[in-house]
């Protein structure tokens, strides 16, 4: 990304931010592939780099690339909402830098070391071995001083300049984002006290402070890309604070309902997070509503023109108000009550739901954070859609669409023969496994785990190539 | 001046999310005060005098557990019954057994078990859920896997296999070898055997309670 354009030495650092961000987004999709092949042909680089470390390096590059932009967004946003340069950028620069290199060296000992001894230094300097939060406690560390940097650069610029409604908002969340990860960093021998607290950073992150960091983001995105009026939208983001922590702080109920943990994390579990769809629901109906009526109040005016500043930023904006919505929302929501959830824990139906939802929650938007860097980076006023553009969200989103539903397929054969009818064990396990439309499930999952990776590089040539395009008006 | 509605004030707002936040996080907070010591590992104390905790303390292996329905409850719980030997010894202490158990779990982690396997249902799913794994009918006397390792008890098999899981294939998707040791192994099946201990609420449910539902086996 070219930096001419930029004034400001933090929308620069957020380019850095996204580009890394870039780079890593692909070695998620890289490594998902390689466990994709290895459900369907279990031999491919068996004993070289097998499953656990193929899976371990994707949801690993897939938390990290989602944390780097963004902070990357936070840095473009700051000088925009706060009316000054970012403080302590120096230090946000170093911080980057430190960041990038301890994760290049986690994920090199992820790959040439794998696994380690059963004792203590394996945890500090190998793996955790605890899903997404595998990164062994030197970069625990690290990160919890990374992201204290970090916050204190936010804390920093909203105290000085102006202090909106979404970077008050921004303030809260991250540093809730970043307390919740000392959860995750203990050791216990009780495996139920450490899923519980290991829920704590899991299911409060992505359930509850990074939605409410994806509501500020698509408020400063209708502001700055339709000219939503500011007043109204910090009003939705206010309730829609309201209603995500409302529901999705006590939602950690549904993780507890089988870890050892009492029997009444079953109603509040399905309580809470039975209303964790709500402010999805309310997202979507406001980023649509306030385009609509945005658009309306120029046609009133006799304006034929769109009033989308960056279409492909805000296309991917829109996308993830109803990614959101149906992939955390409506998928989430299928198996979330106990009754369903004793037989579909643990199962592809977990899978189907964590790929939709990640995808439609955080990577559409953040996609569209990093073409609203583009757009700043080459001084466009409008910057329309290319071909490249088009392509590369009808594959991404097609490919991850027919994934979802290609796991979904085949969590339902499993849940039906390995848990309903084979209760279970071991060979219960293999039975499911070996359904017809188990096994098909696995190859349609594969053929568009492709479709995604091709629309990813088709994203990336865009990227790099639509701020040189000269349909954009300048 | 029109009458401002309180509905349109975003300080209305703004302190509502504030409210409802800090309200929510002080119930998680005192649940977890409430949930904390009822999953707390249970001791030797405990097993001897029959008192049930839902996590049990680690001379759980010198029991023998089974996984029961309980009429009351509505679903299957595990019951720890009478003395059983667990490589050749049924008077693990508690400082031995805790040992065994620290290893296990530490070996759980430093081996990425849960990277493939889930663990009360939590992990991946490539292979099989190890929740109630001690308790599966392919270990015990009339499974495949104790002749197939050429092992007479279920905690000798399941140490061999993990120690060469690629010589003893089951299926095409075969457990990689991740240089698991004699002892290591025996931490694990200690722990396996402690986690079919827990009681997770009937998860999983029927566990290896159904026979011939499929394909006539």
Redesign the interface.
């Known amino acids: 990304m070219a930096n001419n354009y930029l004034t400001t030495e933090s929308k620069k650092l957020a380019t850095w931010y996204f580009t890394f961000a870039a780079i890593i987004l692909g070695a998620q999709l890289l490594f998902g592939l390689v ?1 994709a092949i ?2 369907v042909m ?2 491919f680089l ?2 070289i780099i ?4 193929a ?2 390096i994707h949801i690993n590059a897939l938390v990290v690339w989602m944390v780097f932009a963004m902070i990357g967004s936070v840095y473009w946003l700051l000088p925009d909402e706060t009316g000054i340069e970012t403080v302590g950028i120096g230090l946000g620069k170093l911080l980057f830098w430190i960041f990038a290199a301890a994760i290049v060296v986690v994920v090199l000992v992820y790959l040439l070391v ?7 230094t ?2 500090w300097f ?6 997404y939060i ?1 990164a062994p406690r030197w970069a625990d560390i690290g990160i919890v001083v990374v992201v204290l940097g970090f916050i204190y650069n936010l804390y920093a610029t909203g105290m000085k300049g102006n202090r909106s ?1 979404i970077i ?1 908002v921004l303030m809260a969340d991250m540093l809730a984002f970043a307390g919740i990860y000392l959860a995750g960093m203990g ?10 607290w ?1 829920w704590w950073v899991i299911h409060l992150w992505v359930e509850a402070t990074w939605e409410v960091f994806v509501g500020s983001i698509a408020a400063y995105g209708l502001i700055t890309m339709i000219g939503a009026h500011r ?1 109204v939208v ?2 939705w983001l ?2 829609e ?2 209603m995500l ?2 529901s999705g ?2 939602g ?1 109920g549904h ?9 009444y ?2 109603e ?1 579990g399905a309580l809470f997070s039975a209303l964790e769809p709500l402010p999805l629901v309310a997202m979507f109906i406001h980023v649509l509503y306030d385009w609509g009526k945005m658009q309306g109040e120029q046609e009133a005016q006799g304006k034929e023109v769109s009033v989308i500043s960056n279409k492909p930023a805000f296309t991917w904006f829109v996308l993830n108000a109803f990614g959101n919505f149906l992939g955390a929302g409506i998928w989430g929501f299928f198996h979330t009550l106990p009754q369903v959830n ?2 579909t ?4 139906f ?2 189907a739901h964590g790929h939709l939802a990640f995808f439609g929650a955080y990577a559409t938007i953040l996609i569209g954070m990093f073409y609203l860097g583009v757009q700043g980076s080459n001084g466009i006023k409008v910057m329309k859609t290319t071909k490249k553009s088009i392509w590369a969200t009808s594959m991404i989103v097609g490919g991850v669409v027919g994934m979802t539903v290609a796991l979904t397929v085949a969590g339902y054969v ?1 849940v039906l ?1 390995s ?9 219960g ?3 499911g ?1 070996a359904g017809l439309w188990f096994a098909q499930g696995m190859d349609w999952r594969l053929v568009m785990g492709v479709v995604t990776f091709l629309g990813f590089i088709v994203l990336i040539a865009d990227l790099l190539s639509i701020g040189k395009a000269d349909h954009h008006e300048r | 001046m029109a009458k401002k509605s309180v509905w ?1 004030d ?1 300080r209305f ?2 302190r ?2 504030a409210w ?2 800090g309200f ?2 002080i ?2 907070i005192w ?2 005060f ?3 010591p ?4 249970g001791n030797d104390a405990d097993l001897q005098n029959k008192v049930t905790k ?2 049990p303390g ?1 001379t759980v292996i010198n029991y023998k557990i089974t996984y029961e329905m309980d009429a009351k409850r509505m679903h299957e719980i595990p019951v720890i019954g009478e003395k059983e030997k667990f490589f050749g010894r049924d008077d693990w202490s508690e400082q031995e057994a ?1 040992d065994l ?16 396997h ?12 190890l ?3 001690w308790l ?3 270990w015990g006397p009339e499974g495949s896997m104790q002749a197939m390792t050429g092992k007479s008890t279920k905690e000798e098999a399941i140490a061999e296999f993990l120690q060469h899981p ?1 010589s003893y294939p ?5 457990m ?4 698991i ?1 004699e002892k ?1 192994a025996k ?1 694990l099946v200690a ?1 396996l055997k402690h ?1 079919s201990s ?13 026979k011939g ?3 006539g ?1």
């Open positions: 466990a290895q459900y279990p031999g068996f004993e097998d499953f656990s470390i899976r371990i794998q696994v380690g001894p059963a004792d203590q394996t945890i190998i793996t955790e071995g605890r899903e595998e409604g008050t050791y216990t021998d009780n495996i139920s006290i450490d899923q519980y290991w007043k910090e009003m206010w309730i604070v309201a922590f409302g702080i006590l950690i993780h507890y309902f089988w870890i050892g943990t009492p029997e994390w079953w509040i004793l037989y824990h643990g199962t592809q977990t899978s499993q023969v848990r309903a009818q084979m209760g279970a064990t071991w060979a396990y293999f039975d496994q | 349109s975003n707002w703004q509502s999310a409802i936040t929510a996080s119930l998680l649940l977890t409430d949930t904390i009822q999953i707390t590992m839902r996590v680690p805790g158990l620290a290893l296990g779990k530490l070996g759980s982690q430093a081996k990425n078990c849960m990277d493939c889930t663990l009360l249902g939590n992990g991946a799913y490539y292979a099989p859920d929740t109630k794994a599966d009918p392919a690629s089951t299926h095409a998707r075969m990689p070898n991740l240089g040791t290591e931490g722990f986690m827990i009681d997770t609420n009937g998860f999983p449910r029927n566990f290896a309670k159904i539902a499929v394909h086996k």
